[in-house]
């Protein structure tokens, strides 16, 4: 009997060591420590054996017992070790690499600009108002005092469409005849943002289409001083507070009288250069106060209402102030260009 258990033990440690894994462990536990093993055969035969056979037997089993429980205890260590182990080298993960650059998008210049310009006015009190790129004839030439076959209609090379009447707009100041409409007779101050079409020759200078910010003031005793600081305000946190800005007396059919506002040019200081054309400044927005027959257009009585009117463009004050040289690039979608701002 004795022989028997110092076999079963030697039978298990061999068979230990073939157990290659957790589900091969298990199945040795069940051969060598279950129920109907050996072992157990032996335990429930003791109570038969004469009394001396049993004492040595009865103390040798448990012997064996305990030993294999204890080899099995290890060797289940021992497979959760190499386990690991070797997952760890599997999944091994190089911490110190360095990470991939995730490519950033960014705003387009221009619409920074604009973007920029619509807070300040926004700040200044002004709301913004989206109004239609396909206008009509009326809106975008007759309601702002220029009649059909009116000279001045050629300022704008215009988009017709093929239906009769129907144009893209040339500029967002039609947008003064929407709000004026919907408002009247309630004070207005609007800034419209919003692309304008030409029918130009593409050039350095010129695109068909670009953006404007149109900018509007209707209300009771609105003065020509009025206009004038509300654009230095504007300039002087746009451009900085020490810039100089001066009002150039000019033409525009929807105001009267009309201006274009030049900031002093911030390349030459005002000496004279290229990029203002010798002149020491630089064209950024045309203005005026709002005609008495639109401001009949848009429904306010023009003798006690009055207004001021501006428009400005993003690209070209883009253009001035990171001296670019092309208006071309805003739309040739080169990130050599873009990647810049
Ligand atoms: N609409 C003009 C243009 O496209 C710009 C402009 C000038 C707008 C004077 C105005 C203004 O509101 O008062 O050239």
Not at 147 to 152: F, K, L, N, T
Not at 235 to 260: C, L
Request: glycine residues 8%; charged residues 25%; hydrophobic residues 40%.
């Amino acid at each position: 009997m004795l022989d028997r258990l110092d076999r079963i033990e030697k039978d298990a440690a061999r068979a230990l060591i073939a157990a290659k894994d957790e589900a091969a462990l298990q199945g040795w536990k069940t051969k060598f420590l279950g129920r109907s093993s050996e072992l157990g055969e032996i335990f429930d035969g003791l109570r038969e054996l004469p009394k001396e056979e049993r004492r040595a037997v009865g103390k040798r089993v448990n012997e064996v017992k305990t030993s294999l429980e204890s080899a099995h205890q290890a060797r289940l260590q021992e497979l959760h070790h190499d386990s690991m182990m070797q997952s760890l080298r599997e999944e091994r993960l190089d911490v110190t690499l360095p990470g991939r650059p995730i490519p950033r998008g960014r705003i387009h210049p221009a619409n920074q600009t604009l973007r920029q310009i619509l807070a300040i006015w926004a700040d200044m009190g002004f709301q913004v108002y989206r109004s239609r790129d396909v206008e009509t004839d009326e809106y975008n030439f007759g309601l702002l005092n220029m009649p059909p076959h009116h000279p001045a209609r050629d300022m704008w090379d215009t988009f017709f469409t093929n239906e009769p009447g129907i144009v893209l707009r040339t500029h967002t100041s039609p947008g003064q005849i929407h709000v004026m409409r919907e408002r009247a007779p309630e004070p207005v101050r609007v800034v419209l943002p919003g692309m304008c079409y030409r029918y130009e020759q593409i050039t350095a200078r010129a695109e068909i289409q670009f953006n404007q910010v149109e900018g509007l003031a209707v209300g009771r005793a609105i003065t020509l001083a009025d206009l004038k600081g509300t654009l230095i305000n504007f300039a002087r946190r746009f451009f900085g507070q020490g810039v100089r800005t001066r009002f150039r007396a000019d033409h525009f059919p929807f105001t009267e009288p009309s201006a274009e506002m030049d900031i002093e040019c911030f390349v030459c200081s005002g000496q004279g250069c290229s990029i203002c054309k010798h002149t020491g400044w630089l064209e950024i927005l045309g203005c005026g106060m709002v005609h008495p027959t639109v401001l009949a257009n848009g429904g306010y009585d023009p003798e006690k209402y009055s207004g001021f009117a501006f428009g400005m463009g993003p690209e070209r004050i883009t253009m001035l102030k990171h001296r670019i040289e092309d208006i071309r690039h805003f739309w040739a979608n080169d990130l050599r260009f873009l990647e810049q701002f």
